[in-house]
């Protein structure tokens, strides 16, 4: 069946489409599938990057981990292979350039729907129309960042970890935000999953420097609804009468013990329910159910979706169409089902994908790798409507043809780590490796929508490092205030609470001599608490 036959379907969206069901749950019962599912071949199990992690209860030290200042969510949507930017916000302010190199392909300047005076959109993005009107979505255009790497693999990894063209990092950027919230994960696991990864299952995005995994991760919105309704991924009760039956049941027992959320995802889907009509794909799918998990109470605060077809070398208009209408019908779909339960001011989505297209068009009816290109923001918070970056400047290509970039793409992440999650600046710093400025005009404040300046939270820039026979906690207050520094062991008690004063502003340091802490060899986290926030560093402590 070709791909555009499907699309004139509506689904509500706590249904899935039946039509597949018989050849996915084949295709779910593979021995490739099982095999993948219990984590023992491939990354895109549900296990916590391969281990079996229970969910504990959350003593005093973990809750101090999971108090996170807002309850505010992040959807990233991955439009994997590479979105082309020029198709899909059409640069109307320079027709002539644009209609010349896409003879083709252009989108005829008739068919566009102007957002605004600078902005028109390609026609299978009119359901974001409301959105627009409403204040709710921002384009960012231009984006990219220095010596744009061209490798679907390479250029995916780059975006995830946050790094540059010219260094390999192996963590992600949220990876290392949820690693600097739950140092000890493993042995402490919050109530729920901290992150829901649905596709992109080699992606590096919730991965921290050791490549463990914090997001729950599957390969198909199918597995994950399952355990949603159900608790469990597979049946153990309708299996043969014998030896290969009670084989296959203790396989399949000892698989649904290792998903350590199930139960609390299934909760939230029982509490929630859709209440809008979404495409009946894979995107439609995966943004209904995540919807109806936020209603439903679920507690994580990232997640990312992925729809993939970008990778447009050929015959790119029919398809690229229909990936917009995607994207424009169920974002539209997902914020309609979150403002009816009540959410949608404290969700933002936005788009990513790994690099644009190049400007001309190619001689399959296509285009191929290119730079810089736009994202798209949604979400009541992002306090209005906009386009940011600049137009696009058809006029002034690279050396080698391709459109140069305005916005580092880690200005924004900087800014929804700052803005939107209300990670501490210092360590949104730390986390990006390397100090980027914010962008103001995206609108996102921490402390409520309604302000008109951006106010910082106090920051606190903790490290903690032995010195001799001392331990020396450095660390930086924004305001003068009592401290309290604690050691805690790798299970969260308190081994020790050796200090405790009141410093000034500005840049500290407070020595503990080794004699005075009760410690043997181990890993500890070293605490300090002031103004009512708890900050936190791992550190080893070994005897030479």
């Not at 505010?72 to 590479?82: D, N, P």
């Not at 991760?217 to 039956?245: F, H, K, M, R």
């Not at 209408?325 to 994908?353: C, P």
């Not at 710093?429 to 929508?449: A, K, P, Q």
């Amino acid at each position: 069946m070709s791909l555009h036959h499907t699309h004139g379907s509506g689904r509500k969206g706590d249904r899935l489409a039946h039509g597949r069901a018989h050849s996915e749950d084949h295709g779910l019962h593979s021995r490739r599938g099982f095999l993948r599912n219990l984590g023992l071949i491939g990354g895109g199990g549900l296990l916590l990057n391969k281990v079996p992690v229970q969910a504990m209860q959350a003593n005093a030290w973990t809750h101090a981990l999971t108090n996170a200042d807002s309850d505010r969510v992040l959807v990233i949507i991955r439009l994997k292979g590479g979105n082309d930017g020029l198709n899909t916000f059409i640069p109307v302010h320079d027709f002539g350039t644009y209609q010349s190199i896409r003879p083709d392909i252009h989108i005829p300047i008739a068919e566009t729907i102007d957002f605004s005076s600078s902005l028109a959109v390609h026609p299978q993005l009119s359901a974001l129309q409301g959105l627009w009107n409403d204040g709710a979505m921002k384009v960012v255009q231009n984006v990219g960042y220095p010596e744009q790497n061209l490798s679907h693999f390479r250029g995916s990894d780059i975006w995830a970890s946050s790094s540059a063209a010219d260094e390999v990092v192996a963590s992600g950027w949220l990876g290392r935000m949820l690693d600097n919230q739950y140092p000890d994960f493993l042995i402490n696991p919050p109530e729920f999953p901290p992150a829901i990864q649905i596709g992109g299952a080699s992606n590096l995005l919730f991965n921290n420097d050791d490549g463990f995994n914090y997001a729950m991760s599957t390969e198909n919105p199918q597995q994950l609804y399952q355990i949603a309704q159900s608790g469990q991924l597979y049946d153990v009760e309708n299996l043969p009468d014998c030896a290969y039956g009670e084989q296959v049941e203790y396989l399949r027992a000892v698989a649904n013990t290792t998903f350590a959320y199930s139960a609390i995802i299934a909760e939230a889907y029982d509490n929630g329910l859709n209440s809008s009509d979404y495409m009946n794909n894979r995107l439609g799918d995966q943004l209904a159910l995540v919807a109806r998990l936020i209603r439903g109470g679920l507690s994580t605060r990232l997640y990312m979706v992925e729809l993939d077809g970008f990778d447009t070398h050929a015959n790119q208009p029919d398809l690229h169409a229909y990936l917009l209408q995607s994207i424009a019908e169920n974002v539209n779909a997902f914020f309609s089902d979150l403002s009816a339960g009540g959410d949608e001011q404290r969700v933002m989505a936005m788009t990513i994908s790994e690099f644009g297209r190049r400007p001309e068009q190619n001689g399959s009816m296509g285009t191929d790798h290119g730079a810089a290109a736009p994202i798209m923001m949604f979400g009541p918070g992002l306090n209005g409507n906009g386009l940011l970056g600049g137009l696009v400047d058809l006029g002034s290509p690279d050396n080698v043809g391709n459109l140069v970039y305005q916005v580092d793409y880690r200005a924004i992440y900087a800014t929804i780590l700052d803005y939107w999650l209300c990670v501490d600046g210092m360590l949104v710093d730390e986390l990006l490796g390397s100090v980027h400025e914010r962008m103001e005009g995206l609108g996102l404040f921490c402390t409520s929508t309604s302000t008109t300046q951006i106010g910082r939270i106090d920051q606190v820039k903790l490290v903690s490092y032995l010195s001799g026979s001392d331990l020396a906690i450095d660390f930086e207050l924004e305001r003068a205030g009592e401290v309290t520094i604690r050691l805690h062991d790798i299970v969260g008690r308190v081994v020790s609470s050796p200090y405790q004063g009141r410093h000034l502003t500005g840049e500290q340091t407070v020595r503990l001599p080794l004699s005075s802490i009760n410690w043997t060899d181990g890993v500890y986290v070293v605490s300090l608490e002031t103004g009512g926030r708890v900050y936190s560093r791992q550190v080893g402590l070994f005897r030479r």
